[in-house]
């Protein structure tokens, strides 16, 4: 309809016979001289007023058809006629603990712009976020990405955990100007949150948090949890998988974040083979490596080798996941005016997407 349209204007403006002709006296007149110019035109051209009557009925049959054949299309690719639930984590890397008082190395002003472009571009759902920061130089970064968005958002800084005591912890936070842990975002609305402290089996000064939200979605309730244990530190894992399943509701739970160790491990090798969760991007990848860190975010080429980034679903009592696909995103470069490279984070993010159906 557009070609058609525009082919019509050049006809009407090349037409010389047109431009001899006098100017209409009032409104109604040039009203009705610029339909018959149109008119004649046409005309000129070889089309009379039968044949243009044609073509316009076939092209809006052909629209017609064309617009009905893709949102049938669109119908069967969704559940229900919704589309699938589509998740997001990612290890944004902090700008240190430092960074209370000056700016660290990361460039992480330009790598969050970086970051908020490309998500958006994803259209996530639910996105959980590890080293998520609060600081004076950089104010709060779940906030931040959440205001861009659109979504809400629960963010619990695990430094304000070093010591178990509120008012120390609270002291040492304040003084540093710097505070980081897990985060939640959510299009749909988080209608609760809770916080649980993961045993220090390795490092007593490093503690590690497990941070839970309920989503209100259009599926029912969801329980999703975003969380960044400790390197080596089996016990985090296996308390992890605990409150998991014991936090169960009738809808499916989704378990993300940055484990820091291989699927291959013990501790996940049991969450995956006997404790029933899924893992989102090995369901739809099965011979993919697909590894996430640790990308040097200045290097110009790809230096990741290893993947401990994970989506895992646990069924619920009522209603279950399955994964229609599973992906690395925030795993390209961009670069800073000055053309060096940099790189969204040390980590690459997962994305999957999910139907939720009844359990039969």
């Excluded at 540093?176 to 007593?204: N, Q």
């Excluded at 404790?275 to 040097?296: I, S």
Aim: aromatic fraction near 6%; proline fraction near 6%; hydrophobic fraction near 40%.
């Amino acid at each position: 309809m557009a070609r058609f349209h525009s082919m019509h204007v050049r006809l009407g403006m090349s037409s010389r016979a047109e431009a001899k002709r006098k100017p209409p006296a009032n409104q109604s007149a040039r009203k009705e001289e610029n339909h018959r110019e149109a008119h004649d035109v046409i005309l000129h051209q070889g089309l009379s007023p039968r044949m243009m009557q044609w073509l316009l009925s076939t092209l809006l049959l052909l629209t017609g058809y064309l617009t009905g054949a893709a949102t049938a299309q669109a119908r069967a690719e969704s559940h229900n006629g919704l589309r699938p639930l589509r998740v997001v984590t990612f290890n944004l890397l902090h700008d240190g603990a430092g960074s209370g008082f000056l700016d660290g190395d990361t460039r992480l002003e330009e790598r969050l712009e970086m970051t908020i472009l490309e998500l958006k571009k994803l259209d996530p759902d639910i996105i959980a976020v590890q080293e998520a920061s609060d600081s004076r130089r950089h104010g709060n970064v779940p906030d931040r990405l959440a205001m861009a968005l659109g979504f809400h958002v629960v963010f619990e800084p695990a430094t304000e955990h070093v010591f178990g005591l509120w008012p120390l912890d609270s002291i040492v936070v304040g003084m540093m100007g710097f505070k980081e842990g897990s985060a939640i975002l959510s299009r749909f609305p988080i209608t609760a949150s809770h916080v649980y402290d993961l045993p220090r089996c390795k490092k007593w000064l490093e503690p590690r948090i497990l941070l839970q939200a309920e989503v209100s979605t259009v599926w029912g309730p969801l329980q999703v949890f975003s969380t960044h244990t400790g390197r080596g530190d089996e016990c985090q894992m296996e308390r992890v998988g605990e409150i998991v399943r014991g936090r169960l509701g009738a809808g499916p739970s989704l378990l993300m974040g940055d484990f820091n160790t291989p699927e291959t491990s013990q501790e996940l090798t049991t969450l995956i083979n006997k404790a029933g969760f899924m893992d989102a991007y090995r369901l739809a990848n099965p011979e993919a490596a697909g590894p996430t860190v640790w990308q040097r975010i200045k290097s110009p080429d790809p230096t990741v080798s290893r993947r401990v980034d994970f989506i895992l679903l646990l069924n619920g009592r009522q209603r279950a996941a399955s994964v229609r696909s599973s992906r690395l995103v925030l795993d390209h470069p961009g670069h800073l005016p000055d053309g060096t490279t940099l790189w969204p984070s040390d980590h690459y993010g997962v994305l999957a997407e999910m139907d939720i159906h009844s359990v039969p």
